[in-house]
């Protein structure tokens, strides 16, 4: 199974490469629609694999076990969705001539050099290359911000590098206080930085070590999982990047900086018990899903809107690991899978309005659902998901969390629930001022093209969002038992 | 290490260390953008004598190619590449600070004796070899931090991380005897890309913005 | 008794006559850097012998101050200069102070020497005190500072001990951080205190830049010789200190003649490398403006700072 592994990671790199060769735009749907399928099948036999209980490794460079198998699901789909997507909205700019084909074929490159640098950092099994890899996101996603070269996406793009940098310096010493603490245990080799041996030898690795290591990991990454007070970058980035890639950064980059702290948790949680970075993530947590609640009514601009929801929801997902419990992680993991299904949609949906109004202010846009009712139908949806509604999973993992929170401090769970409903209101408010109502403006039409692949990603992520939150397949439940068991609790899936 | 008495060994390393956190505060000190990136190649050629001497002392030979990419990298390829950004943005003197430099200094002090407080716990857990290096290093770390939020130029935010950058080097080389060569050679391709695209990044700003004042990208803002 | 009679006395006379060398050499050094022949290293010398054969002029506004610093200068300085050790570790005039009392000695010759400057009432004198004001206040936590954190590690204030003690490598606590920012805190302080490039510019006459020559821009004859000369002293002790205190090794700790005679040597030796430095030094840079010249002592006195808190962190 380890080549499944393989080719899962590889094929990005590969259709980034050959990306660069294709010489009109139908050469590249077609290899980024064989590069999506490849991804998905890919995934599916690692994930069906995991999923029976194995953990599958390739030397001593790449292991994935059930967290990571889990990060590859929302990685491999939303990634694919998200190739789809970019073949459409890249494709419009580039038949409108907003984008001459050099730049199209690097947009491509570097998109999927980026999916290629989140997979590698989700599977690999060493925490100075995960490292490397999460560096190497940061160094693509920089580019990819900056790709419109406007003012405001130099601007955005600028702030996204040093912040970013300066994160990813200080999750770099984190890495090494780890490393520092481990070679004691295991001497000067890889086996210091590997995960499955740091499990191993966790408990009797230096707990100040750690606990230093760990503050410094939650700074750096936390920068880049966008959790307050390091989430200045956020909003801009997303906000002013081409939409595909703003998808991606929500969907998907959030969530891996998320895995990164994940990861050294559940080790800093073996050496020194949950105490310690428990009150940690939900503080933070609390403080993100604060400041995303204020400034989401201020919004007017439906990129920010959705940017400012990713911080809210981050937050959610802290707060579920900080509160801890069975319920409490299980919530967090769940969430996060949903959160990356309803925000890609949200921003597919977002993109489209971009391409057919021309700009990006919500009080100018009205009556989506009439005018198009595929785009207005998913990204209400997408909202109502957003938002916390039922049927959509972000509810389940949303109440799951709250009983868990109630059930060790009642007023954290109070004060989640008063924020979760201002979020609530003020995010339906701003999106159904846009999808209801007649429309005021005129439409500018795009080519049946763009339709078929905006389309058909918008209607898979639906899909997907659907299933997920009504029923629970075999192969979740197989990785999210022994993801909980990572994290040290044991449950039973409802 | 059996030539030399590891008491003598390890002075030689905390010395080394510390004339890298001694050129930290030259950089802060400095207001002009040439003599800054001069402060920084000095300083990676100090990083690299420290990384030569551990490598002697303890035998470890890769770390030798470390030393020899941080020359390389760090002393001659970036610098030269942050000079002819200097060069061409005719920019020398940084007129504009956030905060006036005695009090910088007094901030960086006050960071370093914070580093020291912090990493004072796990000293004890390192080798003998390197006593004081964890301590600077995170010093390192937090005055290149302070440098880029001090600084509005957008090449001296650049020469912070770098300055960043080199702390984590040393940390990981005098405090944990370096990482495996692959985890290096990683870090230090990352690094060369970041210096790159920085560099893309400040042309671009400079077309576009005709500066590279960082404090005229106003227009994203709540 | 009489041998330490002879030690002071040695000790004395080694310091007035090596100072003004000092200065020549430094000047040489620019010459040459300069692709200048420049004037023979022992200049200094015939300019003071010149100098105290010349007639004194004096203002009609001035008060005894202007008349009395010269003195008070020159004594003071070669007072300071006694407690330092130069060519043996144990100072005969050990008894009489510390470091604390050489660097209120020195303090003492720049105060008169300040008032001096006001005395005569000219404008350029007057800009000239306020300047080296500014420069004193700045450098003297700094050199305080930096002396005591090496005092530390010795465990005393008293320059003796702290040189022999270093000297034998006995008792003390030798970590290269601290000494090494320390060390470069006192030669910054040494660059302001003498009034060397970039905090002063011994070699113009430029009202926009002097701060020493300003102020003893009215003095003549023998008493200009006395400045100069006291002020050639104040360069040579904080090299001394410099040398001494950092790097003793080849002091005499026994007070052998031949030991001692060695120790000459080896002190000449260090002092010269020191001012050669300096030449350097003076070369490379350009003086910085004067608002600028709190940047460089900020930095001195963060050094010196750390290295005094660093003692007592990594002693814990």
């Given at each position: 199974m380890g080549f499944a592994l393989i080719v899962l990671i590889a094929a990005p790199l590969v259709a980034g490469l050959l990306s660069l060769g294709t010489r009109t735009r139908r050469a590249m749907e077609w290899l980024q629609c064989a590069h999506a399928v490849v991804l998905l099948a890919a995934m599916s036999v690692v994930v069906m694999d995991v999923a029976e209980g194995s953990v599958i490794t390739v030397g001593i460079l790449l292991r994935a076990d059930a967290l990571s198998a889990f990060m590859d699901l929302m990685l491999a789909f939303v990634g694919a969705t998200g190739l789809l997507y970019a073949l459409g909205y890249m494709g419009e700019e580039f038949t409108r001539g907003h984008v001459l084909h050099r730049r199209y074929t690097r947009f491509f490159c570097l998109f999927n050099l980026y999916l290629f640098a989140m997979l590698l950092a989700a599977n690999v099994d060493n925490i100075a290359l995960m490292w490397i890899a999460i560096e190497g996101s940061t160094l693509s996603a920089a580019l990819l911000i900056g790709f419109e070269k406007t003012k405001a996406a130099l601007e955005a793009g600028w702030k996204y590098i040093i912040l970013s940098f300066v994160g990813i310096a200080l999750a770099l010493f984190g890495t090494v206080l780890t490393y520092y603490a481990s070679e004691h245990v295991l001497g000067v080799s890889m086996e210091a930085l590997r995960w499955e041996e740091l499990y191993r030898v966790a408990p009797d690795l230096n707990p100040i070590a750690l606990k230093l290591a760990f503050v410094f990991v939650l700074i750096g990454y936390g920068t880049k999982a966008g959790i307050a007070p390091m989430h200045t970058w956020l909003p801009d980035a997303h906000g002013e990047a081409p939409t595909p890639v703003s998808a991606m950064l929500s969907g998907l980059m959030l969530n891996l900086a998320l895995y990164a702290v994940l990861r050294f948790k559940s080790i800093v949680d073996r050496a020194v018990g949950v105490d310690f970075t428990g009150p940690i993530l939900l503080v933070l947590g609390l403080l993100s899903v604060t400041i995303a609640a204020i400034l989401l009514l201020a919004q007017r601009d439906y990129k920010r809107l959705f940017a400012y929801s990713s911080i809210e929801h981050v937050g959610i997902t802290l707060v579920g690991f900080g509160v801890g419990g069975p319920i409490g992680i299980f919530g967090g993991l769940f969430h996060m899978l949903n959160h990356a299904l309803a925000k890609s949609t949200a921003f597919y949906a977002a993109g489209m309005v971009l391409l057919r109004r021309g700009h990006k202010t919500i009080e100018r846009v009205t009556g989506l659902v009439r005018q198009m009712p595929l785009v207005g139908g998913s990204m209400m949806l997408a909202a109502l998901a957003l938002a916390g509604m039922?049927?959509?999973g972000l509810f389940v993992s949303e109440v799951l969390i709250a009983t868990e929170a109630y059930g060790q401090h009642p007023w954290v769970a109070y004060v989640f629930l008063c924020l979760l409903a201002v979020a609530f209101a003020t995010l339906l408010y701003q999106v159904s001022r846009m999808a209801m109502g007649e429309p005021m403006e005129a439409d500018i039409p795009v080519t049946d093209r763009t339709r078929r692949f905006t389309a058909s990603a918008l209607v898979a992520n639906l899909a997907a969002m659907g299933y997920a939150g009504t029923h629970m397949p075999g192969f979740l439940r197989g990785l999210f038992l022994p993801m909980t068991r990572l994290f040290g609790v044991e449950m039973e899936i409802p | 290490m059996g030539v030399i008495h590891p008491d003598i060994a390890s002075q030689m390393v905390d010395l080394c260390a510390a004339l890298l956190l001694l050129t930290c505060f030259a950089i802060v000190a400095q207001r002009r953008l040439s003599a800054c990136v001069d402060l920084f190649a000095l300083q990676s050629a100090f990083l690299a004598a420290t990384a030569a001497l551990v490598a002697f002392l303890t035998g470890i030979h890769h770390i030798y190619i470390a030393a020899l990419l941080t020359v390389v990298i760090k002393v001659i390829v970036i610098p030269r590449i942050l000079k002819k950004v200097i060069e061409r943005l005719n920019v020398t003197r940084e007129l504009v600070l956030t905060v006036n430099i005695p009090p910088a200094l007094l901030i960086c002090g006050a960071l370093v004796i914070l580093a020291f407080y912090i990493t004072q716990p796990i000293i004890s857990l390192g080798f003998l070899l390197t006593k004081d290096s964890l301590a600077i290093s995170l010093s390192i770390v937090l005055i290149g931090f302070f440098t880029m939020i001090a600084r509005k130029k957008a090449v001296t935010q650049v020469v912070g991380f770098l300055v960043m950058e080199n702390g984590l080097f040393l940390g990981a080389t005098a405090a944990a005897y370096g990482m495996p060569l692959i985890v290096e050679l990683g870090v230090f391709f990352d690094v060369l890309v970041a210096g790159l695209i920085i560099g893309i990044f400040t042309h671009r700003l400079q077309d576009t913005f005709d500066s590279v004042d960082t404090s005229k990208l106003t227009e994203l803002k709540e | 008794m009489i041998e330490s009679a002879l030690i002071i006395l040695s000790q004395a006379i080694a310091a007035l006559l090596v100072s003004p060398f000092i200065v020549g050499l430094i000047r040489k050094v620019k010459a040459r850097l300069q692709c200048r022949q420049g004037a023979s290293v022992i200049q200094p010398y015939y300019d003071l012998s010149k100098l105290f054969r010349k007639d004194v002029v004096v203002s009609?506004?001035?008060?005894w101050i202007f008349t009395a610093t010269p003195y008070i200068l020159f004594a003071s300085t070669l007072t300071a200069s006694l407690l330092v050790p130069i060519?043996?570790?144990?100072?005969?005039?050990?008894?009489?102070?510390?470091v604390i009392a050489v660097v209120y000695l020195l303090a003492l010759g720049t105060f008169f020497l300040i008032l001096a400057g006001l005395d005569a009432g000219s404008a350029f004198g007057g800009m000239g005190s306020s300047r080296e004001a500014i420069v004193a206040s700045l450098t003297e936590p700094a050199m305080i500072l930096s002396i005591f954190a090496v005092g530390l590690t010795a465990g005393s204030t008293n320059l003796s001990t702290i040189v022999h003690k270093t000297a034998l490598l006995q008792d003390i606590v030798t970590d290269p951080p601290p000494h090494l920012m320390a060390f470069v805190a006192l030669f910054i302080v040494t660059l302001a205190e003498t009034g060397r490039v970039p905090v002063d510019n011994p070699a113009t006459h430029l009202e926009l830049t002097m701060i020493h020559e300003a102020m003893v821009l009215e003095y003549s004859g023998r008493y200009l010789a006395l400045v100069e000369w006291a002020s050639a002293l104040k360069l040579l002790l904080f090299l001394t200190l410099l040398s001494n205190i950092f790097a003793p090794w080849g002091?005499?700790?026994?007070?052998?003649p031949s030991w001692m005679a060695l120790g000459m040597l080896v002190w000449l030796a260090k002092v010269s490398g020191l001012a050669v430095v300096i030449g350097v030094i003076e070369s490379m840079f350009a003086k910085l403006r004067l608002f600028r010249v709190t940047d460089l002592l900020g930095v001195a006195f963060i050094l010196s700072l750390l290295a005094v808190v660093f003692f007592y962190i990594l002693r814990v």
């Amino acid at each position: 199974m380890g080549f499944a592994l393989i080719v899962l990671i590889a094929a990005p790199l590969v259709a980034g490469l050959l990306s660069l060769g294709t010489r009109t735009r139908r050469a590249m749907e077609w290899l980024q629609c064989a590069h999506a399928v490849v991804l998905l099948a890919a995934m599916s036999v690692v994930v069906m694999d995991v999923a029976e209980g194995s953990v599958i490794t390739v030397g001593i460079l790449l292991r994935a076990d059930a967290l990571s198998a889990f990060m590859d699901l929302m990685l491999a789909f939303v990634g694919a969705t998200g190739l789809l997507y970019a073949l459409g909205y890249m494709g419009e700019e580039f038949t409108r001539g907003h984008v001459l084909h050099r730049r199209y074929t690097r947009f491509f490159c570097l998109f999927n050099l980026y999916l290629f640098a989140m997979l590698l950092a989700a599977n690999v099994d060493n925490i100075a290359l995960m490292w490397i890899a999460i560096e190497g996101s940061t160094l693509s996603a920089a580019l990819l911000i900056g790709f419109e070269k406007t003012k405001a996406a130099l601007e955005a793009g600028w702030k996204y590098i040093i912040l970013s940098f300066v994160g990813i310096a200080l999750a770099l010493f984190g890495t090494v206080l780890t490393y520092y603490a481990s070679e004691h245990v295991l001497g000067v080799s890889m086996e210091a930085l590997r995960w499955e041996e740091l499990y191993r030898v966790a408990p009797d690795l230096n707990p100040i070590a750690l606990k230093l290591a760990f503050v410094f990991v939650l700074i750096g990454y936390g920068t880049k999982a966008g959790i307050a007070p390091m989430h200045t970058w956020l909003p801009d980035a997303h906000g002013e990047a081409p939409t595909p890639v703003s998808a991606m950064l929500s969907g998907l980059m959030l969530n891996l900086a998320l895995y990164a702290v994940l990861r050294f948790k559940s080790i800093v949680d073996r050496a020194v018990g949950v105490d310690f970075t428990g009150p940690i993530l939900l503080v933070l947590g609390l403080l993100s899903v604060t400041i995303a609640a204020i400034l989401l009514l201020a919004q007017r601009d439906y990129k920010r809107l959705f940017a400012y929801s990713s911080i809210e929801h981050v937050g959610i997902t802290l707060v579920g690991f900080g509160v801890g419990g069975p319920i409490g992680i299980f919530g967090g993991l769940f969430h996060m899978l949903n959160h990356a299904l309803a925000k890609s949609t949200a921003f597919y949906a977002a993109g489209m309005v971009l391409l057919r109004r021309g700009h990006k202010t919500i009080e100018r846009v009205t009556g989506l659902v009439r005018q198009m009712p595929l785009v207005g139908g998913s990204m209400m949806l997408a909202a109502l998901a957003l938002a916390g509604m039922p049927p959509f999973g972000l509810f389940v993992s949303e109440v799951l969390i709250a009983t868990e929170a109630y059930g060790q401090h009642p007023w954290v769970a109070y004060v989640f629930l008063c924020l979760l409903a201002v979020a609530f209101a003020t995010l339906l408010y701003q999106v159904s001022r846009m999808a209801m109502g007649e429309p005021m403006e005129a439409d500018i039409p795009v080519t049946d093209r763009t339709r078929r692949f905006t389309a058909s990603a918008l209607v898979a992520n639906l899909a997907a969002m659907g299933y997920a939150g009504t029923h629970m397949p075999g192969f979740l439940r197989g990785l999210f038992l022994p993801m909980t068991r990572l994290f040290g609790v044991e449950m039973e899936i409802p | 290490m059996g030539v030399i008495h590891p008491d003598i060994a390890s002075q030689m390393v905390d010395l080394c260390a510390a004339l890298l956190l001694l050129t930290c505060f030259a950089i802060v000190a400095q207001r002009r953008l040439s003599a800054c990136v001069d402060l920084f190649a000095l300083q990676s050629a100090f990083l690299a004598a420290t990384a030569a001497l551990v490598a002697f002392l303890t035998g470890i030979h890769h770390i030798y190619i470390a030393a020899l990419l941080t020359v390389v990298i760090k002393v001659i390829v970036i610098p030269r590449i942050l000079k002819k950004v200097i060069e061409r943005l005719n920019v020398t003197r940084e007129l504009v600070l956030t905060v006036n430099i005695p009090p910088a200094l007094l901030i960086c002090g006050a960071l370093v004796i914070l580093a020291f407080y912090i990493t004072q716990p796990i000293i004890s857990l390192g080798f003998l070899l390197t006593k004081d290096s964890l301590a600077i290093s995170l010093s390192i770390v937090l005055i290149g931090f302070f440098t880029m939020i001090a600084r509005k130029k957008a090449v001296t935010q650049v020469v912070g991380f770098l300055v960043m950058e080199n702390g984590l080097f040393l940390g990981a080389t005098a405090a944990a005897y370096g990482m495996p060569l692959i985890v290096e050679l990683g870090v230090f391709f990352d690094v060369l890309v970041a210096g790159l695209i920085i560099g893309i990044f400040t042309h671009r700003l400079q077309d576009t913005f005709d500066s590279v004042d960082t404090s005229k990208l106003t227009e994203l803002k709540e | 008794m009489i041998e330490s009679a002879l030690i002071i006395l040695s000790q004395a006379i080694a310091a007035l006559l090596v100072s003004p060398f000092i200065v020549g050499l430094i000047r040489k050094v620019k010459a040459r850097l300069q692709c200048r022949q420049g004037a023979s290293v022992i200049q200094p010398y015939y300019d003071l012998s010149k100098l105290f054969r010349k007639d004194v002029v004096v203002s009609t506004n001035t008060s005894w101050i202007f008349t009395a610093t010269p003195y008070i200068l020159f004594a003071s300085t070669l007072t300071a200069s006694l407690l330092v050790p130069i060519f043996l570790s144990k100072v005969p005039m050990n008894f009489a102070g510390d470091v604390i009392a050489v660097v209120y000695l020195l303090a003492l010759g720049t105060f008169f020497l300040i008032l001096a400057g006001l005395d005569a009432g000219s404008a350029f004198g007057g800009m000239g005190s306020s300047r080296e004001a500014i420069v004193a206040s700045l450098t003297e936590p700094a050199m305080i500072l930096s002396i005591f954190a090496v005092g530390l590690t010795a465990g005393s204030t008293n320059l003796s001990t702290i040189v022999h003690k270093t000297a034998l490598l006995q008792d003390i606590v030798t970590d290269p951080p601290p000494h090494l920012m320390a060390f470069v805190a006192l030669f910054i302080v040494t660059l302001a205190e003498t009034g060397r490039v970039p905090v002063d510019n011994p070699a113009t006459h430029l009202e926009l830049t002097m701060i020493h020559e300003a102020m003893v821009l009215e003095y003549s004859g023998r008493y200009l010789a006395l400045v100069e000369w006291a002020s050639a002293l104040k360069l040579l002790l904080f090299l001394t200190l410099l040398s001494n205190i950092f790097a003793p090794w080849g002091i005499a700790t026994e007070a052998e003649p031949s030991w001692m005679a060695l120790g000459m040597l080896v002190w000449l030796a260090k002092v010269s490398g020191l001012a050669v430095v300096i030449g350097v030094i003076e070369s490379m840079f350009a003086k910085l403006r004067l608002f600028r010249v709190t940047d460089l002592l900020g930095v001195a006195f963060i050094l010196s700072l750390l290295a005094v808190v660093f003692f007592y962190i990594l002693r814990v």
